[in-house]
């Protein structure tokens, strides 16, 4: 255990490039997902917030809902959807990094919509009547909102990202943890343990918990940071 | 009178419900261009409800509320509104209103010197730059009245707007609201502070339960009210002015 431990260490003090590269892959892939969720994400959450249409409450709660969803659901849909006898099967894209990508993109797109959809809800209700006022329409109110609460937002893009980041469900389905291709952080832990090579597992593992603790330390001076400047 | 003018504004036996409560009961009323007209009325009365009603910010349960020209979505307001705590935008204070302008449909280019004019005239030039969220609530309720003088309204509506501010700043409030009433812009102002309302008022609306009960010249409302309710308002509010 403690070997292992040492022997993870040095790995990470070497820059081994083989862990490099699956370090650089993770990111790729779940930075890639979280842009597209946010580009998705911001303006249906914004929509749903401001928006008055039926069904809006069933919407909310089903959104809500796919919060939750379990990744390796995700990856099952994602896969039947790009397998050779799939719908999307002539692309040729499963078992590469795009399938990746577009199963955490579904996996936290709901994440980031049902969030930024309360922050920007609870916003509209401080705006509402000023906006109104000024003569916004809801589109407009939709766009100002997005800017006004983009501290918020912030958080809901970590959340995504750290959910894409820590998932290993979805891209072992659709990625097929193939080595040097589509091998990621998670997947290689998964592997490497169950082969009972525990110093790649372990490296990699002090690497994912350390990404993840330098994103949110990050993303919670940024917020403080524009609170204090912003009010 | 202006081409176009949206005064004189006519209720016609306007009532609102919400939650089973009536909060508005049959009001009719005509509201014309000129005399700053005061709100009054005990907290619960309506004056605030009645605003949003006249202003468009609700809609009536029953009754009409009439504009003499009818404004368009998507048109620029010809009337403002200033409520009791202001609502700002994360920007700053000159980008609030230029903000506004926006949504008018002022040109940007022009916008910038509007903007700079319109924070001159509440004299808050100097913060310009400052992010609006963090000026002072005076600051802020200047802020504003700078952001609704920028768009030139020929009504105003200004719910309470001193209700949460120190005397110096309410002072300075009142000095605008009085620079709009002498630019041409018709005040309507709700507030249960009868000094305030002496100060800056023509003609006085005065509320009890939803109901209009009174209405009067200034002088006339607090040296002989009419009913019984306005009397006993301002004997007991008096001692607090």
Same mark, same amino acid.
């Given at each position: 255990?403690?070997?292992?431990?040492?022997?993870?260490?040095?790995?990470?003090?070497?820059?081994?490039?083989?862990?490099?590269?699956?370090?650089?892959?993770?990111?790729?892939?779940?930075?890639?997902?979280?842009?597209?969720?946010?580009?998705?994400?911001?303006?249906?959450?914004?929509?749903?917030?401001?928006?008055?249409?039926?069904?809006?409450?069933?919407?909310?709660?089903?959104?809500?809902?796919?919060?939750?969803?379990?990744?390796?659901?995700?990856?099952?849909?994602?896969?039947?959807?790009?397998?050779?006898?799939?719908?999307?099967?002539?692309?040729?894209?499963?078992?590469?990094?795009?399938?990746?990508?577009?199963?955490?993109?579904?996996?936290?797109?709901?994440?980031?919509?049902?969030?930024?959809?309360?922050?920007?809800?609870?916003?509209?209700?401080?705006?509402?009547?000023?906006?109104?006022?000024?003569?916004?329409?809801?589109?407009?109110?939709?766009?100002?909102?997005?800017?006004?609460?983009?501290?918020?937002?912030?958080?809901?893009?970590?959340?995504?990202?750290?959910?894409?980041?820590?998932?290993?469900?979805?891209?072992?389905?659709?990625?097929?943890?193939?080595?040097?291709?589509?091998?990621?952080?998670?997947?290689?832990?998964?592997?490497?343990?169950?082969?009972?090579?525990?110093?790649?597992?372990?490296?990699?593992?002090?690497?994912?918990?350390?990404?993840?603790?330098?994103?949110?330390?990050?993303?919670?001076?940024?917020?403080?940071?524009?609170?204090?400047?912003?009010? | 009178?202006?081409?176009?003018?949206?005064?004189?504004?006519?209720?016609?036996?306007?009532?609102?419900?919400?939650?089973?409560?009536?909060?508005?009961?049959?009001?009719?009323?005509?509201?014309?261009?000129?005399?700053?007209?005061?709100?009054?009325?005990?907290?619960?009365?309506?004056?605030?409800?009645?605003?949003?009603?006249?202003?468009?910010?609700?809609?009536?349960?029953?009754?009409?509320?009439?504009?003499?020209?009818?404004?368009?979505?998507?048109?620029?307001?010809?009337?403002?509104?200033?409520?009791?705590?202001?609502?700002?935008?994360?920007?700053?204070?000159?980008?609030?209103?230029?903000?506004?302008?926006?949504?008018?449909?002022?040109?940007?280019?022009?916008?910038?010197?509007? #903007?700079?004019?319109?924070? !001159? =005239? +509440?004299?808050? &030039?100097?913060? /310009?730059?400052?992010?609006?969220? $963090?000026?002072?609530?005076?600051?802020?309720?200047?802020?504003?009245?700078?952001?609704?003088?920028?768009?030139?309204?020929?009504?105003?509506?200004?719910?309470?707007?001193?209700?949460?501010?120190?005397?110096? #700043?309410?002072?300075?409030? !009142? =000095? +605008?609201?009085? &620079?709009?009433? /002498?630019?041409?812009?018709?005040? $309507?102002?709700?507030?249960?502070?009868?000094?305030?309302?002496?100060?800056?008022?023509?003609?006085?609306?005065?509320?009890?339960?939803?109901?209009?009960?009174?209405?009067?010249?200034?002088?006339?409302?607090? #040296?002989?009210?009419?009913?019984?309710?306005?009397?006993?308002?301002?004997?007991?509010?008096?001692?607090?002015?």
């Amino acid at each position: 255990m403690v070997e292992a431990l040492a022997t993870a260490l040095s790995l990470l003090a070497d820059l081994d490039p083989k862990l490099v590269e699956i370090v650089l892959l993770s990111l790729r892939v779940s930075l890639s997902a979280v842009g597209i969720a946010a580009l998705l994400g911001f303006p249906l959450g914004a929509a749903i917030a401001v928006g008055r249409f039926p069904g809006r409450k069933t919407l909310i709660v089903f959104l809500n809902a796919l919060m939750g969803l379990p990744p390796v659901v995700v990856g099952l849909l994602v896969y039947l959807l790009l397998s050779r006898a799939g719908p999307l099967g002539s692309a040729g894209i499963l078992f590469t990094p795009s399938a990746m990508v577009i199963a955490q993109t579904l996996l936290i797109l709901p994440i980031i919509a049902a969030l930024s959809r309360q922050a920007i809800e609870d916003a509209w209700h401080e705006y509402e009547e000023q906006l109104r006022s000024l003569g916004a329409g809801r589109a407009d109110a939709a766009l100002t909102l997005l800017w006004d609460t983009r501290f918020s937002l912030l958080t809901t893009v970590l959340a995504g990202f750290g959910r894409a980041a820590a998932e290993v469900g979805a891209v072992m389905i659709v990625g097929g943890n193939i080595d040097g291709v589509t091998r990621v952080m998670t997947t290689t832990i998964a592997l490497e343990t169950s082969k009972g090579d525990l110093p790649l597992a372990l490296g990699l593992g002090i690497i994912l918990i350390a990404i993840v603790i330098a994103v949110n330390a990050a993303a919670y001076m940024t917020k403080e940071l524009a609170q204090r400047r912003y009010g | 009178m202006k081409n176009g003018a949206i005064l004189p504004l006519r209720l016609d036996e306007v009532s609102f419900a919400a939650g089973g409560r009536t909060i508005i009961e049959g009001i009719s009323l005509e509201i014309a261009a000129g005399p700053s007209t005061i709100i009054l009325g005990a907290n619960g009365a309506g004056k605030s409800v009645l605003m949003r009603l006249m202003h468009g910010l609700l809609a009536p349960t029953s009754g009409r509320v009439e504009w003499h020209a009818r404004e368009y979505p998507g048109a620029p307001r010809k009337q403002a509104m200033v409520f009791q705590r202001p609502v700002l935008l994360r920007r700053s204070a000159q980008a609030n209103v230029a903000y506004a302008l926006k949504l008018a449909g002022v040109s940007e280019p022009q916008r910038g010197a509007q #903007a700079r004019e319109a924070l !001159e =005239s +509440v004299g808050l &030039a100097h913060l /310009a730059r400052r992010p609006a969220r $963090v000026l002072s609530g005076g600051e802020q309720q200047r802020l504003a009245l700078a952001r609704a003088w920028a768009l030139h309204p020929e009504v105003l509506f200004l719910d309470e707007p001193t209700a949460s501010l120190d005397p110096s #700043a309410t002072r300075e409030i !009142e =000095s +605008v609201i009085r &620079a709009f009433d /002498a630019a041409g812009t018709k005040i $309507v102002m709700a507030t249960h502070n009868l000094g305030q309302a002496r100060r800056l008022g023509d003609e006085i609306l005065f509320l009890d339960r939803g109901r209009l009960v009174e209405r009067a010249p200034v002088e006339q409302f607090f #040296a002989k009210p009419q009913s019984a309710q306005a009397a006993a308002f301002i004997k007991g509010e008096l001692p607090w002015t």
